[in-house]
T-cell receptor
Framework: SAVISQKPSRDICQRGTSLTIQCQVD?????MFWYRQQPGQSLTLIAT?????????ESGFVIDKFPISRPNLTFSTLTVSNMSPEDSSIYLC??????????FGPGTRLLVL | AQSVTQLGSHVSVSEGALVLLRCNYS??????LFWYVQYPNQGLQLLLK??????LVKGINGFEAEFKKSETSFHLTKPSAHMSDAAEYFC??????????FGAGTRLTVKP
């Protein structure tokens, strides 16, 4: 399995501000994924981040709202920009280790007031 | 594209009783299937997975699941529920590692 950490673990933010979430993996990985889990719901993939290339966004998610960085093979950030209460969610990063399987970080719990 | 349906958003069992959480999938190619568990205020933890080979897979904490191609199912079971099993359970399907789709989740409650 992979050991994944996220910072911050939770935050309360004011609308209109931005928050950057960090994801650190314990070893080099090719692909990292960012998911959103809205209250009481399942996970939705926001984007896939490969090192050295632009992130690939899923339908309904745009780079201006959720810019992603992937500066090296162990680290990625997701920024939630110009936040509104609808952005209140758990944001999770994941990566693959070995074939087919994704491992998840502990998540960042965001509340926007 | 592949998809997953979890039958029952909430399942309640008594401690010591059988746990059965249902998952059906749709995929045009042989799928990889997963069960993840999410404890309160935590991330997702992999319980078990089916990729190829033996259709009955065993996971952590006494859980197991059986891949039934004819029924397009991957139900999760545990013979005897424990209070610590109370959590949210997600079934997921993938046809390659870039594209994992999750079910809506099933909340398991265990009554003393």
């Amino acid at each position: 399995s992979a050991v994944i950490s996220q910072k911050p673990s939770r935050d309360i933010c004011q609308r209109g501000t931005s928050l950057t979430i960090q994801c650190q993996v314990d070893s080099q990985v090719t692909m990292m994924f960012w998911y959103r889990q809205q209250p009481g719901q399942s996970l939705t993939l926001i984007a896939t981040a490969n090192q050295g290339s632009e992130a690939t966004y899923e339908s309904g998610f745009v780079i201006d709202k959720f810019p992603i960085s992937r500066p090296n093979l162990t680290f990625s950030t997701l920024t939630v920009s110009n936040m509104s209460p609808e952005d209140s969610s758990i944001y999770l990063c994941s990566t693959s280790r070995g074939p087919e399987t994704q491992y998840f970080g502990p998540g960042t719990r965001l509340l926007v007031l | 594209a592949q998809s997953v349906t979890q039958l029952g958003s909430h399942v309640s069992v008594s401690e010591g009783a059988l746990v059965l959480l249902r998952c059906n999938y749709s995929s045009s190619v042989p799928p990889y299937l997963f069960w993840y568990v999410q404890y309160p205020n935590q991330g997702l933890q992999l319980l078990l997975k089916y990729t190829t080979g033996a259709t009955l897979v065993k996971g952590i904490n006494g859980f197991e699941a059986e891949f039934k191609k004819s029924e397009t199912s991957f139900h999760l079971t545990k013979p005897s529920a424990h209070m610590s099993d109370a959590a949210e359970y997600f079934c997921a399907v993938s046809v390659n590692n870039n594209d994992m789709r999750f079910g809506a989740g099933t909340r398991l409650t265990v009554k003393p």
